[in-house]
């Protein structure tokens, strides 16, 4: 295990991770078998990359901000935070998306990187938030669950939770 440089930190894109983050994104394409062609023009203007993950914009049809999870040079995961929820995402996809890359998994990144995600969430004003997860995603379910996840019943083959942020919501 790889000893990080300091506290893993929620930030937007920076390209101080450029190396960490090709591998360890292409290491999660081989380990999926999840196509890996977008990395080629990532890896080719990384800067240009970065610029384009980097504030609130619209995805999804709604304001959403990519985070990465970093610590030093090292990137760790991906955070996804929608601010509003479209009907498609209510059903589905919710309001944050998460991803820790491998070789980061299983200790621990995914749950403390959520936590930092619902942090920014209160920050933007949000009372509540929806997280899905494949009905067959243990680790996820539980690091859902570890940050006060609500199960909400299943839709389109994902098990719903809610996260309340503030008294009331």
């Known amino acids: 295990m790889i000893r990080l440089p300091r506290e893993p930190?929620?930030?937007w894109p920076t390209a101080d991770v450029r190396v960490s983050y090709l591998i360890?994104?292409?290491a999660d394409c081989l380990l999926t078998g999840a196509p890996a062609d977008w990395l080629g023009p990532a890896s080719e203007d990384f800067d240009s990359f970065v610029e384009q993950r980097r504030g609130v914009r619209i995805r999804w049809g709604v304001p959403s901000t990519i985070y990465w999870y970093v610590s030093g040079e090292y990137y760790l995961g991906t955070l996804v935070l929608r601010h509003e929820l479209t009907p498609d995402l209510l059903e589905a996809g919710g309001n944050i998306g998460y991803h820790v890359v491998w070789p980061w998994r299983r200790q621990g990144h995914a749950t403390r990187m959520l936590a930092a995600g619902l942090a920014e969430c209160r920050r933007f004003g949000m009372d509540r938030v929806l997280l899905t997860c494949a009905a067959d995603n243990v680790a996820s379910r539980k690091v859902i669950l570890a940050n006060g996840g609500i199960p909400d019943g299943r839709a389109r083959g994902e098990d719903r939770f809610w996260i309340r942020l503030r008294?009331?919501?």
Do not use: A, C, F, P
Request: aromatic fraction near 0%; glycine fraction near 34%.
């Open 9 to 11: 930190r929620l930030v």
């Open 24 to 26: 360890g994104e292409q």
């Open 167 to 169: 008294d009331g919501g």
